[in-house]
T-cell receptor
Framework: EAGVTQFPSHSVIEKGQTVTLRCDPISGHDNLYWYRRVMGKEIKFLLHFVKESKQDESGMPNNRFLAERTGGTYSTLKVQPAELEDSGVYFC????????????FGSGTQLSVL | AQKITQTQPGMFVQEKEAVTLDCTYDTSDQSYGLFWYKQPSSGEMIFLIYQGSYDEQNATEGRYSLNFQKARKSANLVISASQLGDSAMYFCAMREALYNFNKFYFGSGTKLNVKP
């Protein structure tokens, strides 16, 4: 069974450009999460999808970030325009049920904004 | 206030020795879950062990055990007989079951280096 996959693994862009990160969750997992780790700090919650609906987007930093999950399958996280402070590792995770179960994580996308 | 605190940014341990990674948490919920994840250099976050707040016994998974002290709100990870492959970042996390049940709160991580 394929795990959570994220593309790209690394992205280097200039300030003001747009970047789109993609996440393919484990097949059949209704719940999809985005997390971010900035500059060696704690991993912080960004948002949570249940199928194609945004369940909780309270962690999204500002309106430069837009997440979508078309058809309840893969998800994209777009940053437009990117700022220096957006640099970090963006993790995607999925789970079959929103209970006290563990999350299955991808390997993350390392985003560097220069 | 930070929900998860990991006070050890980095640690060294000799191969075959045991090591304890510290984690304290902050919650007012009665029902919650505590998790440890390992992040090797490949980047993937690997689930290691889980402890429920109502579990009376400490969780164990092979060489990993979780030293759960509820009154102190601590959930330390103990790795016995360290191996070179244990060198990685380790993250402690908590999920509150009653409120914000969809969120995990993570610590800032501990980088463990196992010396041969």
């Amino acid at each position: 069974e394929a795990g959570v996959t994220q593309f790209p693994s690394h992205s280097v862009i200039e300030k003001g450009q747009t970047v789109t990160l993609r996440c393919d969750p484990i097949s059949g997992h209704d719940n999809l999460y985005w997390y971010r780790r900035v500059m060696g700090k704690e991993i912080k919650f960004l948002l949570h999808f249940v199928k194609e609906s945004k369940q909780d987007e309270s962690g999204m930093p500002n309106n430069r970030f837009l997440a979508e999950r078309t058809g309840g399958t893969y998800s994209t996280l777009k940053v437009q325009p990117a700022e220096l402070e957006d640099s970090g590792v963006y993790f995607c995770a999925s789970s079959p049920h929103a209970t006290n179960e563990k999350l299955f994580f991808g390997s993350g996308t390392q985003l560097s904004v220069l | 206030a930070q929900k998860i605190t990991q006070t050890q940014p980095g640690m060294f341990v000799q191969e075959k020795e045991a090591v304890t990674l510290d984690c304290t948490y902050d919650t007012s919920d009665q029902s919650y879950g505590l998790f440890w994840y390992k992040q090797p250099s490949s980047g993937e976050m690997i689930f290691l062990i889980y402890q429920g707040s109502y579990d009376e016994q400490n969780a164990t998974e092979g060489r990993y055990s979780l030293n759960f002290q509820k009154a102190r709100k601590s959930a330390n990870l103990v790795i016995s007989a360290s191996q070179l492959g244990d060198s990685a970042m380790y993250f402690c996390a908590m999920r509150e079951a009653l409120y914000n049940f969809n969120k995990f709160y993570f610590g800032s991580g501990t980088k463990l280096n196992v010396k041969p």
